[in-house]
């Protein structure tokens, strides 16, 4: 008899799982496959980031349209993607590990060589911007430590080389005079720059979205560029994000990738598709 409750919890969470299952159109074929999930599970317990061992979710359906498409690149900035990066100490490990400064490259070399628009959102902070009169605890950090900092905004002393400033690989793509360089965003979306007017202008309507970093500007940027209605592409492996006690932001930002997004590729993926436009 002790064991009746449990064994009546058992049955009311099957019953709850195979409606679940109902409701995603998970058939009972795929629910017979079960069995092979675990060898795929252990995978992941080996990688954390690697896809989930059974989507629930609708695969994606994208499908880029040449003249419609940019590639927007968040931050490509020293601070984030350098040793010499004030953040770096933080975010290195997920850059490195996910190769992002490589791929990165790769996607503004594939977008350029075919034509595509492409548009940098960068962070830049002020002097009159640490006169804010309340931050989040990563407002607080950036200032603190003179992450993204100029002199002003008519002012390029001290920029080159600087925080602040472009890497050194990507220069050649963003300083063509094509690229678009978006007025800075502020916190982490852009709500405060001009990003959306400038892709509006361009005809734009779809964004392969990659930068730094992925829980922050990048998944701000996602969420703002879908709430109007853009159709975004999100780059797993050239995006990173700082590991902290309070968190790895990498794995909590791919969470939300794949809830949210229209596509989450990986940069091999990427540059395949753009490169057959």
Request: charged share 20%.
């Amino acid at each position: 008899m002790c064991d009746l409750p449990h064994h009546d919890h058992d049955h009311g969470h099957d019953r709850g799982v195979t409606r679940r299952l109902a409701l995603l159109g998970v058939g009972a074929a795929a629910v017979a496959g079960a069995a092979t999930i675990p060898s795929r599970v252990k995978a992941q317990e080996t990688d954390p980031y690697a896809p989930p061992a059974e989507p629930a979710l609708p695969p994606s359906d994208m499908v880029l349209v040449k003249d419609r498409v940019a590639l927007v690149v968040t931050d490509p900035q020293v601070d984030f993607l350098s040793p010499n990066g004030v953040t770096w100490g933080v975010v290195g490990e997920s850059v490195t590990e996910h190769g992002v400064v490589a791929n990165i490259g790769r996607l503004f070399r594939a977008a350029k060589e075919n034509g595509l628009t492409v548009a940098v959102s960068p962070h830049y902070y002020y002097p009159t911007d640490k006169g804010w009169k309340f931050e989040g605890a990563l407002e607080k950090l950036m200032h603190a430590i003179g992450m993204f900092d100029r002199e002003g905004p008519l002012s390029l002393d001290g920029f080159e080389g600087s925080g602040a400033d472009f890497m050194a690989e990507y220069k050649d793509y963003i300083l063509d005079g094509k690229t678009i360089i978006t007025s800075p965003h502020k916190v982490y979306g852009p709500e405060s720059n001009d990003l959306a007017l400038q892709l509006r202008k361009n005809g734009i309507s779809q964004v392969i979205l990659a930068g730094m970093s992925a829980n922050l500007c990048v998944e701000s940027h996602m969420r703002e560029l879908l709430e109007t209605g853009f159709e975004v592409a999100v780059i797993s492996d050239a995006t990173a994000a700082a590991k902290l006690p309070e968190g790895d932001g990498y794995l909590s930002a791919l969470t939300n990738f794949r809830y949210m997004a229209n596509a989450l590729w990986t940069t091999d993926e990427a540059v395949s598709l753009i490169s057959a436009l």
